[in-house]
């Protein structure tokens, strides 16, 4: 079983940035899990932000390359989003994911709101 904690959401003004963080209740790196960070914005599906393996390799949504990194520390078991550049139409809940197999958890999601 692993557990996902998310923290770092707020409200920010456009043009702003927030780090968020998901902390693991083990070392997912360690036993291979891929971890990503999903969002789901007010009537509409939940759609992949960004991802790292534990071999380090990431991938974005389109829509945030250039402005979002995921970052990990091993030391902490927590993965981060670095996330620059906020629009508007980056509101959504922010949730931690991680994946091996079969195997799937989620944390409890992290509210993002942009807005002047």
């Known amino acids: 079983q692993v557990q996902l904690v998310e923290s770092g959401g707020g409200l920010v003004q456009p043009g702003g940035s927030l780090r968020l963080s998901c902390a693991a209740s083990?070392?997912?790196?360690?036993?291979?899990?891929?971890v990503g960070w999903y969002r789901q914005a007010p009537g509409k599906e939940r759609e992949s932000v960004a991802a790292i393996t534990s071999g380090g390799t990431t991938n974005y949504a389109e829509s945030v390359k250039g402005r979002f990194t995921i970052s990990r520390d091993n030391a902490k078991n927590t993965i981060y989003l670095q996330m620059n550049s906020l629009n508007p139409e980056d509101t959504a809940v922010y949730y931690c994911?991680?994946?091996?197999?079969?195997?799937?958890?989620w944390g409890q999601g992290t509210q993002v709101t942009v807005s002047s």
């Open positions: 994911n991680a994946h091996l197999g079969p195997l799937d958890y």
């Open positions: 083990v070392n997912i790196f360690r036993i291979n899990y891929m």
